[in-house]
């Protein structure tokens, strides 16, 4: 399972956890992942789809077990999950649950930099964030409901609420971060300066 390891991608995740549900045929694993909404956390298109299966296929994870013809459409090829992707999920989904990882984004990049700006001009662009984050959370929220309402179970849309979760405390934490820079509390200045002798020091210190 070499194109697999070290680690399994969200989008294999999904199709895994999918077909252990039942077999299904790439068109429909789009289908239903559009329709729970999974493309709002793994990056989702017929080619790459297509292309993992294949992966998982290669590597005993998934198994083709019949063809589908309906009308002139193109034939169908369904699959189910094999006892070693069961496996793989189970131990996947297990060690997520259990063991925090790094996770590279592209909003701790934009803080990790933001002193490059003018206070003025991150406050503003802070604001344009809270306003975003307020509208995805709306968005996530109505979709939510109409989902629960629809008759699917609170478990099957967990990952939705934490999505909203953390949407809500980062639309918290800018704003408060906003402030402080409205009203002069966050020293602007990437703060080396100061601390770049001893930080050099020590580094030099223990070198030797």
């Known amino acids: 399972m070499s194109e697999l390891a070290p680690s399994v991608s969200p989008l294999s ?14 068109y429909e694993l789009a289908a239903t992942m559009r329709e729970r909404h999974h493309d709002e956390f793994i990056r989702l298109n017929f080619g790459t789809l297509y292309h ?3 992966v998982l296929e290669r590597n005993g994870l998934v198994v083709s077990v019949e063809r589908e013809k ?11 999950l094999t006892e070693p992707g069961r496996e793989l999920l189970i131990k996947v989904v297990s060690e997520i649950l259990a063991r925090p990882t790094r996770e ?24 344009e964030r809270i306003a975003a984050l307020a509208a995805k959370t709306e968005k996530l929220t109505h979709v939510m409901g109409e ?32 402030l402080e820079i409205k009203e002069g509390r966050l020293e602007w200045k ?11 020091r020590r580094h030099g210190a223990s070198t030797h």
Do not use: C
Request: no cysteine; net charge negative; proline share 3%.
């Open 52 to 54: 993992t299966v294949e």
């Open 147 to 178: 989902l629960r309402t629809a008759g699917v179970t609170r478990l099957a849309l967990i990952e939705l609420e934490h999505k909203i979760a953390m949407l809500e405390a980062e639309r918290e934490w800018v704003r408060k971060l906003e």
């Open 13 to 26: 995740l999904s199709i895994l956890e999918l077909l252990d549900e039942r077999p299904m045929h790439p």
């Open 70 to 80: 309906e009308g002139r459409r193109p034939e169908r090829t369904i699959y189910e």
């Open 190 to 200: 990437a703060g080396i300066d100061s601390g770049h002798e001893v930080l050099r």
């Open 104 to 127: 590279y984004t592209n909003f701790a990049a934009g803080l990790m930099f933001m002193h490059h700006l003018k206070a003025e001009q991150a406050a503003q662009l802070l604001s």
